[in-house]
Nanobody, 127 residues
Framework: QIQLAESGGGSVETGGSLTLTCAGS????????LAWFRRPPGATPGAERE???????????WYADSVKGRFTISRDNAENSMYLQMNILKPEDSAMYYC?????????????????WGQGTQVTVSS
């Protein structure tokens, strides 16, 4: 089974950019559909996470309206990694960002469908 580890979070000012990386190990990510989720600051640990974007095994992508045009999801199966390029960041993008994987050709916006999760990486956008 796959293990996932996020990196690349940090603190930026409004309008700044960050690139998050989700590195897979223990299995090849090529057989998984992948997604980024986030949980805003102050939310309880068990609160539902908001889907940000997903990418299927054929590189088809989907974005939440709140990030469309600003964020880009991608994957590099040779590097066993997924990425989230975040531009024009806003304070409301501040959150813990998680990557997730499901052994399916079709991703979903429902976090309950995802079997594997990373520990998260914190993004803070100051105004």
């Amino acid at each position: 089974q796959i293990q996932l580890a996020e990196s690349g979070g940090g603190s930026v000012e409004t309008g700044g950019s960050l690139t998050l990386t989700c590195a897979g190990s223990g299995a090849q990510i090529s057989v998984y559909s992948l997604a980024w989720f986030r949980r805003p600051p102050g939310a309880t640990p068990g609160a539902e996470r908001e889907v940000v974007a997903n990418i299927d095994r054929s590189m088809r992508t989907w974005y939440a309206d709140s990030v469309k045009g600003r964020f880009t999801i991608s994957r590099d199966n040779a590097e066993n990694s997924m990425y989230l390029q975040m531009n024009i960041l806003k304070p409301e993008d501040s959150a813990m960002y998680y990557c997730a994987a499901v052994h399916s050709p079709v991703p979903t916006q429902d976090e309950s469908w995802y079997d594997y999760w990373g520990q998260g990486t914190q993004v803070t956008v100051s105004s």
